[in-house]
């Protein structure tokens, strides 16, 4: 008997693509990307792997991964790419499916410094140091780790006290408003559909043919 031929489900790419702006069906692999990647030494998979993982439908996989926590953003990839992707962003977009989802990896400091950086953008307009760092301890209980270096940039003055100002925060703020309804009507609309599933579902098998004739 022949062995089952595995279809790729092109759903989760799609989804991935929509959410992130990006070409993803047009990588072929090259592995530029990973090539000049910063922190590829520390990513398994790399970030060409992770595409090619999105392309494949592996949705589970790639939310779970430790590797999407690990992108630095310094869009190295996207200078290097020859068809314009953009990897960092993909990143970005997994990072927020996999938070909504409820299937994120990358461990629970990880994401803590995630939400302690996008809560400082959305205050301040701009990721404020300190305000950070202070967030993410109180997040993790871990306020001993690393005061030996945060007293060494205090003393060479590479860790600023208080907050720069920013013009027109008032933007910012409302494009982060706008992500979070954003986010909460597609949390809603999924929810309704897997209601409506679950509903059919339990449906009586003859309740189709019976209100067929009437």
């Given at each position: 008997?022949?062995?089952?031929v595995?279809v790729?489900?092109?759903r989760?790419?799609a989804?991935?693509?929509a959410?992130s702006?990006?070409?993803?069906?047009?990588?072929?692999?090259?592995?530029?990307?990973?090539?000049g990647?910063?922190?590829s030494?520390?990513m398994?998979?790399?970030?060409?792997?992770?595409l090619?993982l999105i392309?494949l439908?592996?949705r589970?996989?790639?939310l779970?991964?430790?590797?999407?926590?690990?992108?630095?953003?310094?869009?190295t990839c996207?200078?290097?790419?020859p068809n314009?992707?953009?990897?960092?962003?993909?990143?970005?977009?997994?990072?927020?499916m996999?938070?909504?989802e409820?299937t994120a990896?990358?461990g629970?400091?990880a994401?803590a410094?995630h939400?302690?950086f996008?809560?400082?953008?959305?205050?301040?307009?701009r990721?404020?140091e300190?305000?950070?760092?202070s967030?993410?301890k109180l997040k993790?209980?871990?306020?001993?780790?690393d005061?030996?270096l945060?007293?060494?940039l205090?003393a060479?003055?590479?860790?600023?006290?208080?907050?720069?100002?920013?013009?027109r925060?008032?933007?910012?703020?409302?494009?982060f408003k706008?992500?979070?309804?954003?986010e909460?009507?597609?949390?809603a609309?999924a929810?309704a559909k897997?209601e409506?599933?679950?509903a059919?579902?339990?449906a009586p098998?003859g309740?189709?043919h019976q209100?067929?004739?009437r």
């Amino acid at each position: 008997m022949a062995d089952a031929v595995i279809v790729p489900s092109f759903r989760f790419a799609a989804q991935v693509a929509a959410r992130s702006g990006q070409p993803i069906d047009l990588c072929y692999q090259c592995k530029k990307c990973a090539g000049g990647c910063p922190v590829s030494m520390a990513m398994a998979p790399m970030c060409s792997d992770i595409l090619r993982l999105i392309q494949l439908g592996e949705r589970e996989k790639v939310l779970a991964s430790d590797a999407i926590w690990l992108c630095i953003g310094c869009r190295t990839c996207a200078a290097r790419c020859p068809n314009g992707i953009d990897a960092s962003r993909v990143m970005d977009a997994l990072r927020e499916m996999a938070l909504a989802e409820g299937t994120a990896g990358g461990g629970r400091k990880a994401r803590a410094f995630h939400a302690a950086f996008l809560a400082s953008v959305e205050k301040l307009g701009r990721a404020y140091e300190a305000g950070v760092i202070s967030l993410y301890k109180l997040k993790t209980a871990s306020f001993g780790e690393d005061l030996g270096l945060g007293l060494k940039l205090l003393a060479r003055r590479k860790l600023k006290l208080l907050p720069s100002r920013v013009r027109r925060i008032e933007e910012i703020r409302r494009i982060f408003k706008a992500a979070k309804t954003a986010e909460a009507e597609a949390a809603a609309e999924a929810a309704a559909k897997a209601e409506a599933g679950a509903a059919g579902a339990k449906a009586p098998a003859g309740a189709g043919h019976q209100e067929a004739k009437r």
